[in-house]
């Protein structure tokens, strides 16, 4: 629940991660309802966030937890990516990146949390294949993500 009440917001409690991602987008320029239409979004980047959509819909829950380890990585790299930002593109509003300030303690704990679950609950080397398989298609879809957005950007031809 706890996690929900983080991106959705809750009432009479400061905004969700919802609202602060809308406000990274108006910092650069963004409209928010041209973010919410998703208009921009590469069709490639669609299929991928499809795909794990899909992924912790359909898979046990051990799966679907496992697969969010990736996060156990994230807060260095958040960091970094704020601290470029920052650096490189002085005419977007701090204020906009509360979405990354946020999540950066939030994901170190969210991910702790989740790998003493996975640890505790993959009792069998069957189940622990099944997490490390789970982890490799996180990896996998954001690769497609980063892949896709380089190729919608004109990065990569």
Not at 52 to 67: D, G, L, Q
Not at 112 to 124: G, K
């Amino acid at each position: 629940m706890g996690r929900i009440v983080e991106h959705d917001g809750a009432p009479g409690s400061d905004r969700g991660a919802t609202e602060a991602w809308l406000s990274l987008a108006h910092a650069v320029g963004l409209a928010a309802d041209h973010v919410r239409s998703e208009h921009s979004v590469a069709p490639g980047t669609r299929f991928a966030v499809d795909a794990y959509v899909t992924f912790a819909r359909t898979k046990p829950w051990i799966e679907a937890v496992a697969s969010s380890l990736t996060e156990l990585f994230g807060p260095p790299v958040m960091q970094q990516r704020v601290a470029a930002i920052l650096e490189k593109y002085p005419w977007i509003d701090p204020g906009g990146l509360a979405y990354f300030e946020r999540r950066i303690p939030r994901a170190k704990r969210d991910a702790e949390l989740a790998l003493e679950w996975v640890l505790h609950e993959a009792a069998t080397p069957e189940v622990e294949q099944r997490c490390i398989a789970a982890l490799r298609f996180k990896c996998d879809v954001l690769w497609s993500i980063l892949d896709a957005t380089a190729l919608a950007c004109g990065l990569v031809k």
